[in-house]
């Protein structure tokens, strides 16, 4: 099933099951930093694998629709406009984190891998066999030997960190599905969870911009009120 608008279902269902989870971890992560819960975000294996599973699908949802955005004929300047607002996002998170969390902030994260990965996954989106056997160079040492690339960092925890090596493999595994009509092959039937999930990925990235600023709102006033309560 394809919209009108020529978007395909499954790409932005990929992209609403990523936010909702972005959401949980999220929330989850405000909770533990005003002390409500115990959660070893590094050590507890399911916390670990949390956020990596939320970014395998945001890069692989953008693996799938760079190839459908790059026949339009309008390819390149949108690609440098989306591209110039990925960068400019990304350094007022850096920015706006180093200034409220100055020993955690973000140098590297989600929206800078993003960014980098869209001009590194450029040259292949209209060569399905290359991504695929770059996706498995790259991934194969990671799973195989626990290799970790080399990438740029600093000194400090930064709270979100995605380096753009090894996590473009995933941008170009998404490449690869689309010219295998990964995209037509699955089957969406309409119904409250599929709509609920499309509605959350249309718009994710406003949603990711805005979603920790008031889950974080939240849960300070819910610690105050609690405070002033006892």
Same mark, same amino acid.
């Given at each position: 099933?394809?919209?009108?608008?020529?978007?395909?279902?499954?790409?932005?269902?990929?992209?609403?099951?990523?936010?909702?989870?972005?959401?949980?971890?999220?929330?989850?992560?405000?909770?533990?930093?005003?002390?409500?819960?115990?959660?070893?975000?590094?050590?507890?294996?399911?916390?670990?694998?949390?956020?990596?599973?939320?970014?395998?699908?945001?890069?692989?949802?953008?693996?799938?629709?760079?190839?459908?955005?790059?026949?339009?004929?309008?390819?390149?300047?949108? /690609?440098? &406009? +989306?591209? *110039?607002?990925?960068?400019? @996002?990304?350094? %007022? $998170?850096?920015?706006?984190?180093?200034?409220?969390?100055?020993?955690?902030?973000?140098?590297?994260?989600?929206?800078?891998?993003?960014?980098?990965?869209?001009?590194?996954?450029?040259? /292949?989106? &209209? +060569?399905? *066999?290359?991504?695929?056997? @770059?996706?498995? %160079? $790259?991934?194969?040492?990671?799973?195989?030997?626990?290799?970790?690339?080399?990438?740029?960092?600093?000194?400090?925890?930064?709270?979100?960190?995605?380096?753009?090596?090894?996590?473009?493999?995933?941008?170009?595994?998404?490449?690869?599905?689309?010219?295998?009509?990964?995209?037509?092959?699955?089957?969406?039937?309409?119904?409250?969870?599929?709509?609920?999930?499309?509605?959350?990925?249309?718009?994710?990235?406003?949603?990711?911009?805005?979603?920790?600023?008031?889950?974080?709102?939240?849960?300070?006033?819910?610690?105050?009120?609690?405070?002033?309560?006892?």
């Amino acid at each position: 099933m394809k919209e009108n608008n020529n978007r395909w279902p499954i790409i932005d269902i990929t992209r609403g099951f990523a936010v909702f989870l972005m959401i949980i971890f999220h929330f989850s992560y405000d909770l533990k930093l005003f002390g409500h819960v115990n959660i070893d975000f590094q050590n507890d294996l399911e916390w670990w694998v949390f956020p990596r599973i939320i970014v395998f699908l945001f890069l692989f949802a953008m693996g799938l629709s760079l190839p459908i955005t790059s026949d339009r004929a309008n390819f390149k300047n949108a /690609f440098l &406009k +989306r591209l *110039a607002k990925l960068i400019i @996002l990304a350094l %007022i $998170i850096s920015i706006s984190t180093y200034l409220m969390f100055p020993k955690r902030w973000i140098y590297f994260g989600t929206l800078h891998c993003i960014a980098v990965c869209s001009i590194l996954a450029l040259p /292949f989106i &209209k +060569r399905p *066999a290359i991504s695929l056997a @770059l996706s498995i %160079i $790259i991934l194969f040492p990671v799973f195989v030997f626990n290799f970790t690339y080399p990438w740029f960092s600093m000194s400090h925890h930064s709270m979100d960190y995605i380096p753009a090596i090894p996590w473009v493999a995933v941008v170009l595994l998404g490449i690869f599905s689309y010219h295998r009509n990964f995209h037509r092959i699955i089957s969406v039937k309409s119904n409250f969870l599929t709509n609920g999930l499309q509605f959350l990925g249309k718009p994710s990235l406003k949603i990711y911009l805005i979603h920790q600023p008031i889950l974080f709102s939240l849960v300070y006033l819910f610690t105050y009120f609690l405070k002033q309560s006892s």
